[in-house]
């Protein structure tokens, strides 16, 4: 069974910094995508980043909002993901989902998430 | 980036009814699109991805069509389980970009 936990998450300060961490299990960690989503209070789902499998350099991708600000790491040998997030700001106030997924006809990723980990950024 | 509106943005309908929801992309994103649920309390669930293709254990009354920028989400009979909200996302182009959301209300 696939399982996906966060953790990391808590209040901080505008302009902190916080690391979430994604454990996962129950597949081979190392071949898959592993993506972050969050979702704001009261708004709707934001793709946030990903980072590629072994296979493919462990490359990442990052919205907008974020990049320049957030990193998103692995470790295949702890099955861990993590997304680093410095610069915070009040709107990256949000719960974060690490998800995955097997890639297939064109899509990778989003069929599995974790229950999420809650970040706010206040003073 | 790729802007995805989706509409509506709510509506209200009664069991049995047909849904429908639209996602249009600001640029040619192929079929490159996935439709999810999220229901209060509940991480969201992909049903729909590649436009069409029906995630494992998805009840067939949900189906997706479209291509380039105009894509649709159809549920054919709407059951109690099936009120919650719905977005669309586009895969094709990093960033990935979510629609809106649409809420879908009990009448």
């Known amino acids: 069974e696939v399982q996906l936990v966060e953790s990391g998450g808590g209040l901080v300060q505008p302009g902190g910094s916080l690391r979430l961490s994604c454990a996962a299990s129950g597949f081979t960690f190392s071949d898959y995508y592993m993506d972050w989503v969050r979702q704001a209070p009261g708004k709707g789902l934001e793709w946030v980043g990903r980072?590629?499998?072994?296979?493919?350099?462990?490359?990442?991708e990052y919205a907008a909002s974020v990049k320049g600000r957030f990193t998103i790491s692995r470790d295949d040998s702890k099955n861990s993901v993590y997304l680093q997030m410095s610069s915070l700001k009040t709107e990256d106030t949000a719960m974060y989902y690490c998800?995955?997924?097997?890639?297939?006809?064109?899509?990778?990723?989003?069929?599995?998430w974790g229950q999420g980990s809650l970040v706010t950024v206040s003073s | 980036d790729i802007q995805m509106t989706q509409s509506p943005a709510a509506m209200s309908a009664s069991v049995g009814d047909r849904v429908t929801i639209t996602c249009r992309a600001s640029q040619d994103i192929s079929y490159f699109l996935a439709w999810f649920q999220r229901k209060p309390g509940k991480v969201p669930k992909r049903l729909i991805y590649s436009t069409y293709r029906l995630q494992s254990g998805v009840p067939s009354r949900f189906s997706g069509s479209g291509s380039g920028t105009e894509f649709t989400l159809t549920i054919s009979s709407l059951q109690p389980e099936d009120f919650a909200t719905y977005y669309c996302l586009q895969h094709s182009k990093f960033p990935f970009t979510f629609g809106g959301g649409t809420e879908v209300e009990i009448k």
């Open positions: 980072s590629r499998n072994r296979a493919n350099s462990y490359t990442t």
């Open positions: 998800t995955t997924g097997p890639c297939g006809a064109g899509a990778c990723s989003f069929d599995f």
